[in-house]
């Protein structure tokens, strides 16, 4: 978090002094003195977070330092070009009585000190004592012998894992080539452990396993240790064993585990190379043999068999969680009914994770009063309003210290994105989307060679999900992750940690029983980030002032409207804002005083929007832009290349931009949707070649007579809606499609609406060789039949059909011979869906289509059964069939 703190900083410098330099021109030198000590900081704490001690005091208190006089830094800099910048300060008296330039140079004097403190410590060569932390298998050298206790393997009141036993069995049971690894894993408190411990004490297990072997891994392992532990199945550990080297043990181990039949259990496996340390020991050759890993981490299973699919366990449901609740409680799943209702209310609130349930069952334990149903409901009632507090009261159990396990196992530069996810609302459907682009507005992707921060903020994402720290919740038909949670206990941790007073890093604001928030509105001054999702019009209107702010995050479940003294009263109280997070606003009228909000990066507007003014270009920082209108046209009157820093443009109506031809612009620019056809000039796709994503709505006949979109050579997705209003599209039908080359030559995804098209045009589709998603919708194409032609959708994946009037449907497997996934919606005139595509297919995905095409679906799931047989597929490959309710 610190490193990116400051490189965050960096950046806004080089920003600052290359295009708006005259904005400090009085303090320029200072500024540049203060990059050169910031380049200090970073190699500082780059170096420091890899070879420091975490029980350093000494150098924790100088990062904090660091981060703080950062944070000054930033503000006072930031106050200085946004009172440069705003007219209603060029006042000689309002500048005299409000100048943070003259707090710029007592800030460089303490980063001017700092910097002393660490070349201080560069000349000692000392590095305030940094130990490697590398030692066998990533264990600290000065760590107590003995400290390390293996976690009692829960055995009694196991609820809701059958199935999941089940499963697994058959894995262990099945014939292999080779040594064969399961891996279980699963965020924390879900319970891998007590499965694994489970299926170790089953009979099936016990009579297939005569020699069954337990260890236990950990974060902090000696890998010397692990190979001793194993081996004392087979022998006494001796001195003698003690003196070998680690080869020697090694050796011995593969001589006692190359024959013979063995189930050995690696129980909490933290990474994907503790597992590369510990491989060698096991023989591949014996394929008897079988290892079961439980791990938090997504990496370790794949690192581990590359060939079986990880299995990931699942949460309890509603009603195993109530049960689990009642077993721990009062022994047997026999209750007093009028407990019912708030027991099923506390489990719902422990977000059905068992560890949860097993700890606020302890606490419901201690709070049992025999024979008094009414104080016993008044217990139950306490604690159901304050779960997480109960959760965390138990020093040895405590959910907390055992998230806290995976939280500090991560990359400092996955901490702050990890933190900000518990700024969204409880059971929120956070969109990815924007969640990484917010990461990349914060600061908190670092920019790699060749890679895009976007693509960097995916990764970032994808190695949280991989941890088991996010859960992903809607996939996109290429694979990629629209939407995501956070379960509620990590979400909890997240503001916990991340609302302590030495991370500072937001805050929740929420309204209190008496009508007041809490934090306080005067504590709202210290605060960097803010989420409110409740009470926002209250808590605006209530004036805070919060200077250090630089996010503001609404998503209110109920539409807010915004009257013009509320608008006024954001950028009043926030004015250094970089993320303004407001779909929940719905504005009256353009929030013009929001454009003096000059350091923001990322917005969100709402409302009925018709025009977006010439003043949107003071937002000379913006990188993210988007407008959420009901009104089906919009019109930019400023010229949006002055948006240098802008990446991002979304705005749902079809948008007209303002015609330039001289200004430059639009290099970083790789999203922009839905414009005008009338804007897509010739002038305009010179401008725009980065672009990546470029969504057209309007009459999009229009658009064949413009020459240029060829031009976007690394265009990935073109969405065209053929709009026409006030006349219907079927009166405005598109003649015919661009000839192949024309079209973008990377163009992995297409989505047509509304064109009617007739069926024989698909043929020109069926020739852009890039093409792996195509949607088809509100009647792209028309007619009653469609006839694939012969040598094209050679790499067509995806293929969407929604709302057509086709009847027959003529196809074999060569006319799409990587078609993957077929969705049909509204189709109620299709005969059948062609059988010839059974052999390609994976998954099926019908609604509202006639019974006969229902049928026809149940015949090619019938030889997709059939033709796989026997075979042991994993899940990834099975065949799926989805049928709406009411179309069979």
């Known amino acids: 978090m610190e490193g990116a703190a400051v490189q965050f900083l960096l950046d806004n410098l080089k920003q600052l002094l290359l295009y708006h330099a005259h904005l400090i021109r009085d303090s320029t030198s200072q500024v540049e003195n203060l990059e050169n000590d910031l380049r200090l900081f970073k190699a500082f704490l780059e170096e420091s977070t890899k070879k420091r001690k975490r029980d350093d005091e000494a150098l924790r208190e100088l990062v904090r330092q660091i981060i703080d006089v950062v944070y000054e830094a930033e503000d006072t800099i930031d106050a200085c070009v946004a009172l440069a910048s705003d007219n209603k300060f060029k006042n000689f008296f309002l500048r005299a009585f409000y100048n943070p330039l003259a707090k710029l140079p007592k800030v460089a004097k303490k980063v001017e000190e700092i910097g002393g403190k660490i070349k201080k410590i560069y000349d000692r060569n000392d590095l305030i004592d940094f130990a490697s932390a590398e030692t066998d298998g990533g264990a600290a050298e000065d760590k107590i012998p003995g400290e390390k206790k293996d976690p009692l393997i829960r055995q009694e009141n196991i609820v809701g894992l059958e199935d999941e036993t089940d499963t697994i069995i058959k894995y262990l049971t099945e014939e292999s080539e080779e040594l064969d690894v399961i891996s279980i894993i699963g965020m924390p408190g879900l319970g891998k452990t007590t499965l694994a411990g489970k299926i170790f ?24 240790d692990v190979f001793l ?20 043990i ?17 129980d909490d496996v933290w990474t994907a190379e503790a597992w590369k340390e510990l491989q060698n020991a096991f023989p591949k050759a014996n394929n008897m043999c079988k290892i079961l890993i439980t791990s938090r981490n997504e990496e370790v299973a794949w690192q581990a068999n590359r060939d079986r699919e990880p299995h990931k366990l699942r949460l309890l449901t509603p009603e195993e969680s109530w049960l689990l609740l009642r077993l721990e409680v009062f022994g047997k799943p026999e209750f007093p009914s009028e407990l019912e209702v708030l027991g099923k209310l506390i489990v719902q609130r422990c977000g059905f994770l068992p560890l949860a349930i097993v700890v606020i069952g302890g606490t419901l334990v201690k709070k049992a009063l025999a024979g008094d149903m009414r104080a016993s409901k008044n217990a139950w009632e306490k604690v159901s309003e304050s779960v997480s507090t109960h959760l965390n009261e138990d020093p040895d159990e405590r959910m907390e210290k055992i998230i806290s396990l995976s939280y500090n196992k991560l990359p400092y530069c996955l901490r702050p994105c990890f933190l900000y996810l518990g700024m969204f609302p409880e059971d929120f459907e956070i969109p990815v989307k924007r969640l990484t682009l917010m990461w990349i ?9 060749a890679i895009s921060l976007e693509e960097t903020a995916e990764d970032y994402l994808d190695d949280l ?16 992750i629209k939407t995501c949670r956070i379960h509620d206990m990590l979400r909890e941790f997240c503001k916990n940690e991340a609302g302590n007073t030495k991370e500072n890093f937001f805050q929740e604001m929420k309204m209190s029983i008496g009508g007041t928030f809490e934090p306080s509105l005067p504590q709202v001054e210290k605060f960097r980030r803010l989420c409110i999702h409740s009470n926002v019009v209250s808590f605006i209107s209530a004036k805070p002032l919060g200077p250090r702010v630089r996010s503001f995050l609404c998503l209110s479940k109920e539409e807010i409207t915004l009257l013009p003294e509320n608008i006024s009263s954001i950028p009043l109280a926030f004015n250094l804002l970089r993320v303004l997070e407001g779909k929940s606003f719905k504005f009256t009228k353009f929030p013009s005083d929001l454009t003096s909000l000059i350091h923001l990066r990322y917005l969100v507007l709402s409302s009925n929007f018709k025009i977006l003014p010439d003043s949107i270009s003071k937002l000379w920082n913006i990188q993210t832009l988007i407008v959420e209108t009901t009104s089906r046209g919009l019109e930019i009157k400023t010229d949006k290349w002055k948006l240098i820093q802008l990446r991002h443009l979304k705005i749902n109506a079809s948008t007209t931009l303002l015609k330039t031809s001289k200004t430059k612009g639009g290099e970083k620019l790789q999203t922009l949707g839905t414009i005008s056809p009338q804007s897509c000039t010739e002038d305009f796709f010179d401008k725009v070649r980065g672009l990546k994503k470029l969504g057209i709505r309007g009459k999009i006949a229009t658009l064949l007579e413009v020459k240029g979109l060829e031009k976007l050579g690394n265009l990935d997705k073109l969405k065209l809606v053929n709009d026409t209003f006030p006349l ?37 589709l069926a020739m852009l060789d890039t093409l792996e998603l195509l949607k088809l919708k509100d009647n792209a194409f028309v007619g009653r039949s469609w006839e694939a032609t012969d040598g094209g959708f050679r790499h067509l994946e995806f293929l969407l059909v929604e709302r057509t009037d086709l009847v027959v449907w003529v196809a074999s497997g060569h006319h799409f011979p990587g078609l993957r996934c077929l969705v049909l919606r509204n189709c109620e005139k299709l005969g059948e869906i062609p059988f010839g595509l059974v052999d390609t297919l994976h998954k099926l995905d019908l609604k509202r289509v006639s019974k006969s095409a229902s049928c026809s679906a149940r015949k090619i799931e019938a030889a997709k059964k059939e033709k796989q047989g026997a075979e042991v597929l994993s899940k990834r490959n099975q065949f799926k069939l989805c049928i709406a309710p009411g179309d069979e």
Not at 232 to 247: A, G
Not at 250 to 266: A, D, Q
Not at 441 to 449: D, W
């Open 250 to 266: 090694v050796n011995l181990l593969v001589e006692n585990l190359e024959s013979g039949k063995f189930l050995i259990v690696m």
């Open 465 to 480: 999900i991989s941890r088991n720290l996010v859960m992903v919740d809607k996939v996109s038909p290429d694979g990629k």
């Open 229 to 248: 532990s194993i081996l004392s199945k087979f022998m006494k550990i001796t001195d003698e064993m003690y003196r070998k080297n680690d080869q020697d």
């Open 441 to 449: 507005a914060e600061g908190f992707i670092q920019q790699k060679p």
């Open 728 to 764: 219907p599209p079927s009166e405005c039908k598109v003649p015919q499609l661009p000839q192949p080359y024309k079209f973008p030559q990377k163009l992995r995804s297409l989505t047509l609406s509304a064109t009617f098209l007739d069926w024989s045009h698909m043929s020109t």
């Open 201 to 224: 004490r089953d009979h099936r297990i016990q009579f297939e396993f005569p020699t069954r072997i337990w260890v236990y891994v950990s974060q902090e392992f000696r890998k010397r």
